[in-house]
């Protein structure tokens, strides 16, 4: 369909003028000067090839062609109006959050309930993935990164640190316990791509002698969900296991354990200020505490 529309800006400057019943006061409201308030206005004339105001020694009045044209656009500007509040405030409560599926699933997901529950109003959109996204271009409020907080892109706020330790389903343990193993001799080392069982023995002080390798995995979920179902032992990562450690879907493989080689870091985009940005920054902070 094609419009026939005049200069758009310039229906905004004859309802001033309508309203206000001149093109000084017009001009004050608009913040432009007379001059250029007047030009508009003749702008608009000279589209519709009519006069919209009658031009009197101290103020001006719409004519016939002008009242008819100011009806339609209030209209138009009151809707333009509702609508563009709406929009700006349903923006306005937009929260982007990103994160890598594991924490996500195992830790932030059993969380997050009850911050949403606090705050129903808030349009909050959470991109589990382990890609490092641009912020800023995915128009995303926070990540939580695991590294080192040396994002070149971004500056990171460490919240969550970790210890790294076997851990097991108790019936693959006490199945392994009554054929008279101990430690980790006997039992298959399920596996995934962030820490070797051999770097972690290395730093715990621990031994494989006797143990075989298992499955390995893509995704550290995926490496613990095989553990509750008694596929083997996992190194468990502290944040990850936590849930399932307190439900007894889990239990810890001897008392050896070693640092995690990195942390967690909550990430700001570079204007991360509105209000739900600042509750989900404390509400974060407060479970990190």
């Known amino acids: 369909m094609r419009y026939v529309l005049p200069p758009m800006h310039t229906l905004r400057t004859f309802e001033a003028v309508s309203r206000l019943r001149g093109f000084a006061p017009a001009a004050h409201e608009l913040h432009l000067t007379a001059s250029a308030v007047s030009h508009q206005i003749r702008a608009l004339e000279s589209f519709f090839g009519a006069?919209?105001?009658?031009?009197?020694?101290?103020?001006?009045?719409?004519?016939?062609?002008?009242?008819?044209?100011?009806?339609?656009?209030?209209?138009?500007?009151?809707k333009l109006?509702?609508?563009?509040e709406s929009l700006r405030c349903k923006d306005s409560l937009r929260l982007s959050v990103t994160a890598p599926p594991s924490l996500v699933s195992r830790w932030l997901m059993p969380r997050l309930g009850a911050f949403l529950g606090r705050h129903p109003d808030i349009d909050f959109r959470l991109h589990a993935t382990t890609r490092v996204l641009d912020l800023n271009a995915e128009q995303a409020d926070f990540a939580i990164r695991y590294g080192h907080g040396d994002w070149l892109d971004a500056q990171g706020e460490r919240f969550?640190?970790?210890?790294?330790?076997?851990?097991?389903?108790?019936?693959?343990?006490?199945?392994?316990?009554?054929?008279?193993?101990?430690?980790?001799?006997?039992?298959?080392?399920?596996?995934?791509?962030?820490?070797?069982?051999?770097?972690?023995?290395?730093?715990?002080?621990?031994?494989?002698?006797?143990?075989?390798?298992?499955?390995?995995?893509s995704d550290s979920a995926l490496l613990l969900q095989a553990a509750e179902q008694g596929q083997g032992v996992a190194l468990g990562r502290s944040v990850l296991v936590a849930d399932a450690l307190a439900s007894g879907a889990l239990v810890r493989v001897g008392t050896r354990e070693a640092a995690s080689p990195g942390a967690y870091y909550l990430v700001r985009s570079r204007s991360p200020g509105s209000a739900p940005a600042v509750a989900f920054h404390q509400w974060l902070m407060s479970l990190a505490r």
């Not at 009197?56 to 209030?74: F, I, K, M, Y």
């Open 51 to 78: 006069r919209v105001f009658q031009r009197n020694r101290h103020d001006v009045s719409l004519t016939p062609a002008g009242e008819r044209l100011l009806d339609v656009v209030q209209d138009v500007l009151l």
């Open 81 to 84: 109006s509702s609508v563009s």
């Open 160 to 217: 969550l640190e970790e210890r790294v330790f076997p851990v097991a389903s108790p019936r693959y343990i006490a199945r392994a316990r009554k054929r008279g193993k101990a430690g980790l001799y006997g039992l298959t080392l399920l596996r995934d791509d962030f820490q070797s069982w051999e770097q972690w023995c290395e730093q715990s002080g621990g031994s494989l002698e006797g143990s075989r390798a298992g499955a390995v995995f």
